[in-house]
């Protein structure tokens, strides 16, 4: 019989019972995993010795007290299509589109670095909806303390220096889809946004709207958002994708795009993920529907919800070598893509292909 | 049916003690222990339902990652501690010597400072008293792995103290 694994010989030294029954008899007559289960256990008084720490004196009413007066202060949480706008450039806009579409409602998911989101969940959305939220850049100001610097270029290594990440490789092209590549890459980029109280009232009035009052606390506060580095490779005719201005509804897929980006973070001041959550749920134009989806979504510091626009794509949950994904099949005949977290990175293939190609090329990404 | 602020006081009542404890664990520090464990709770309260089943093992891993960053936050002191550490100090590791010079206190956090982040993790919450099944939520990962991940970071420990008194 093999000797016994490292994990079941430290199991051993916290509870002597947890052998059995094979297992202990060959403990019994084996001086080795024995010599070996001694050296675990000084190893074992050794660490509980050197992390000994000071008796605590704890005052748990007052604690709480302290803690239900704390103002609110840096909650982090994920975001969002309309601070990533400014950023794009035509060809960029093309192969970030896809990534960015990804984070548009992630604004109240908060994505603590302790818990970075590790899967994905489709949530239906109406390009009303997506309108709607646009919005928001009426209620501050944008600037950048690190300015987004995509850059086009002509090989994966030229990539890679700029973004630091790894580019992804298609092991094999559908067929119809060009092999001609172009790389577009940005180093990670920092947004600074701040909420104007002023500024929506003024947007507001200028539009006749009656947009949602900005909650208390909210005037001044500053989000700031690390998005990218991010890679892109845009398979096929360039010509084909133009027209993707600010609109959704404009975009048209090239023949095939691969993206891959680090998952946004974003900290904030003053106000909380909850009361974001809530003021983004409460803006006029955004259907019930996706108000309930989005708050059905689970646990948001592990799930990065996808908005799916339900007029254009069904969504359907797929495995990519093991990470949930959620794949988009549009029924329009424009393109079908999946979209999936691997570790800290979100990726996207998309194009106008059929969701079987999508999916199997996600698979076999390398 | 508890309202949003009821569930809070119950999983504060029930959790802070141990939370505290974990921040204490890493931290050695009674006062900034307390700091840390109101900082997740606050953090917490701001972004979840206290009623989320995942509620202690977010609690849990939080405080152990909040007081390891706070050490590693102290790491240019504590290096420049380190670098000033008696020459005579000892090259080998013996527990209780550890523990008679105050300072050497400060080095261990540094040295469990060092760790990877999971490992860290593991030892100390494993050092406040949770069970296997305890670490394993809070980290993520299976019950079956915590007494391989707990082998590899006392050794891992024992590693970077040594390291860390040879300076």
């Known amino acids: 019989m093999a000797h016994l694994s490292e994990g079941t010989l430290r199991r051993l030294v916290d509870d002597p019972d947890a052998l059995t029954g094979s297992d202990r008899r060959h403990y019994m007559d084996c001086a080795a995993c024995q010599a070996r289960n001694q050296g675990m256990a000084d190893d074992a008084h050794a660490a509980a010795t050197l992390l000994s720490a000071p008796e605590l004196q704890l005052d748990v009413a007052n604690a709480f007290k302290h803690v239900q007066s704390a103002p609110a202060a840096k909650p982090r949480f994920g975001f969002s299509l309309p601070i990533l706008r400014p950023a794009t450039q035509q060809m960029f806009?093309?192969?970030?589109?896809?990534?960015?579409?990804?984070?548009?409602?992630?604004?109240?998911?908060?994505?603590?670095?302790?818990?970075?989101?590790?899967?994905?969940?489709?949530?239906?959305?109406?390009?009303?909806?997506?309108?709607?939220?646009?919005?928001?850049?009426?209620?501050?100001?944008?600037?950048?303390?690190?300015?987004?610097?995509?850059?086009?270029?002509?090989t994966a290594a030229d990539a890679k220096t700029i973004s630091g990440l790894d580019v992804p490789v298609v092991s094999k092209l559908p067929a119809g889809v060009s092999s001609t590549v172009t790389y577009a890459a940005m180093p990670g980029a920092v947004a600074v946004f701040t909420f104007d109280a002023k500024k929506a009232a003024d947007a507001a009035a200028a539009t006749g709207k009656s947009l949602p009052k900005l909650p208390?606390?909210?005037?001044?506060?500053?989000?700031?958002?690390?998005?990218?580095?991010a890679v892109v490779e845009v398979f096929g005719d360039m010509n084909a994708a133009s027209g993707t201005g600010s609109s959704s509804q404009n975009i048209n897929l090239p023949q095939l795009i691969v993206a891959k980006s680090a998952v946004p973070v974003v900290t904030s001041t003053q106000v909380t993920a909850k009361q974001l959550e809530d003021y983004i749920l409460?803006?006029?134009?955004?259907?019930?529907?996706?108000a309930a989806a989005v708050r059905s979504v689970g646990d948001p510091s592990t799930t990065l919800p996808i908005p799916v626009p339900v007029e254009y794509a069904t969504s359907?949950?797929?495995?990519?070598?093991?990470?949930?994904?959620?794949a988009?099949?549009?029924?329009?005949?424009?393109?079908?893509?999946?979209?999936?977290?691997?570790?800290?990175?979100?990726?996207?293939v998309a194009g106008s292909l059929k969701q079987s190609a999508a999916v199997d090329i996600a698979r076999n990404l390398k | 049916m508890k309202s949003r602020d009821e569930a809070f006081e119950a999983l504060f009542k029930s959790e802070y003690a141990r939370v505290a404890g974990?921040?204490?664990?890493?931290?050695?520090?009674?006062?900034?222990?307390?700091?840390?464990?109101?900082?997740?709770?606050?953090?917490?309260?701001?972004?979840?339902?206290?009623?989320?089943?995942?509620?202690?093992a977010?609690?849990?891993?939080?405080?152990?990652?909040?007081?390891?960053?706070?050490?590693?936050?102290?790491?240019?002191?504590?290096?420049?501690?380190?670098?000033q550490a008696p020459e005579e100090a000892s090259r080998t590791v013996d527990p209780q010597r550890m523990l008679e010079v105050g300072e050497d206190r400060r080095m261990v956090r540094a040295a469990l400072a060092r760790l990877a982040p999971k490992p860290a993790a593991v030892l100390v919450l494993r050092a406040s008293?949770?069970?296997?099944?305890?670490?394993?939520?809070?980290?993520?990962?299976?019950?079956?792995?915590?007494?391989?991940?707990?082998?590899?970071?006392?050794?891992?420990?024992?590693?970077?103290?040594?390291?860390?008194t040879s300076i």
């Open chain 1, 93 to 154: 806009a093309v192969g970030a589109a896809a990534v960015v579409v990804a984070l548009a409602i992630t604004a109240f998911a908060n994505i603590l670095p302790l818990f970075q989101p590790k899967t994905v969940q489709p949530v239906p959305v109406t390009f009303a909806d997506l309108q709607a939220l646009e919005q928001l850049s009426a209620y501050g100001t944008l600037t950048w303390s690190t300015q987004p610097k995509p850059q086009i270029v002509l």
């Open chain 1, 216 to 229: 208390s606390g909210m005037d001044g506060a500053k989000l700031t958002v690390t998005v990218g580095p």
């Open chain 1, 282 to 290: 409460s803006m006029p134009g955004l259907s019930p529907e996706l």
């Open chain 1, 316 to 326: 359907s949950k797929v495995s990519i070598n093991g990470d949930t994904g959620v």
């Open chain 1, 328 to 348: 988009l099949g549009d029924n329009t005949g424009l393109g079908s893509g999946v979209i999936w977290i691997h570790k800290t990175n979100v990726f996207v």
């Open chain 2, 22 to 56: 974990i921040a204490n664990r890493v931290l050695a520090d009674p006062q900034e222990a307390e700091d840390v464990a109101q900082e997740v709770f606050i953090s917490f309260h701001r972004l979840h339902s206290a009623s989320a089943q995942f509620a202690p």
């Open chain 2, 58 to 83: 977010w609690l849990h891993r939080a405080a152990a990652h909040t007081a390891l960053n706070r050490v590693r936050g102290r790491k240019r002191r504590e290096r420049r501690e380190l670098t």
């Open chain 2, 129 to 164: 008293g949770l069970s296997y099944a305890e670490v394993a939520q809070a980290i993520g990962v299976g019950t079956g792995q915590i007494g391989t991940l707990l082998r590899r970071a006392e050794a891992a420990l024992r590693k970077e103290v040594t390291r860390g």
